[in-house]
């Protein structure tokens, strides 16, 4: 039955475009490396909402999921890191290569994520290809803000800051609906809402508030929800 391979085949293209921006990653070209970052959101999207759709759910594609996820957004940030450390006031030595520890981190979110139940409807810390946006938007803002960028001070707080984030015990709402429904999902339509006015006008460089909306409005959200 073909169709049960469909969403494994998405899956492998958000694999696929991640491998690619890594190669863009590695040569410096990090405006690429971006676009393709984008790419593998969309079908990390796709990919489960088509299982969803077609009924198909597996514990292959579980997994496939989870590793796509490893090279889409957790390689690929990394990789972006260490090349803005390469280039920051830290451009000898060993620092830059403080930028994997956003690897390890989102390791470790994706494995506690494999395994935690109280994540089937929302996240427990910052989900990897949020962090991985806002990683990927720092080069675009540096466009701007050169001399913010080229602070390694910077940078490695960031890199701790985000890594932390990942393995938080901060509740996060996922964009997933189970209704169209405003009162059901209000802060999900307010973020989305405003999200949809910065991106127009800031592009990329509307990726840092939007992250600082996405956590600030779930904190608003689960201020009085117990935990699962």
């Not at 991640?18 to 079908?43: D, P, Q, R, T």
């Not at 803000?145 to 960031?158: E, K, Q, R, T, V």
């Not at 800051?161 to 996922?174: A, C, M, N, P, T």
């Amino acid at each position: 039955m073909i169709k049960k391979h469909i969403p494994n085949a998405i899956t492998c293209a958000n694999l696929f475009s991640g491998c690619i921006g890594i190669v863009y990653a590695f040569k410096g070209n990090l405006e690429i490396a971006a676009y393709f970052v984008l790419l593998s959101g969309i079908f990390d999207f796709f990919d489960g909402f088509a299982a969803r759709l077609l009924h198909v759910k597996s514990n292959i594609g579980k997994e496939l999921d989870s590793l796509a996820d490893m090279v889409s957004f957790g390689f690929l940030p990394g990789v972006v890191m260490f090349q803005l450390l390469t280039q920051s006031d830290a451009n000898s030595g060993y620092l830059p290569y403080l930028a994997f520890i956003i690897t390890v981190f989102s390791a470790l979110r994706l494995a506690k994520f494999n395994i935690d139940t109280r994540q089937t409807e929302d996240f427990i810390g910052l989900n990897t290809p949020m962090n991985t946006l806002f990683v990927v938007s720092l080069p675009f803002i540096q466009k701007d803000y050169p001399a913010i960028i080229h602070s390694s001070g910077l940078l490695i707080a960031l890199t701790l800051v985000l890594s932390g984030l990942l393995v938080s015990e901060i509740r996060i709402f996922s964009l997933k609906f189970s209704s169209t429904s405003w009162q059901a999902n209000k802060i999900k339509y307010i973020f989305l809402i405003l999200s949809a006015l910065l991106i127009p006008i800031l592009k990329f460089t509307a990726v840092p508030i939007i992250l600082v909306l996405y956590i600030g409005l779930s904190l608003i959200h689960f201020k009085n929800k117990p935990a699962n």
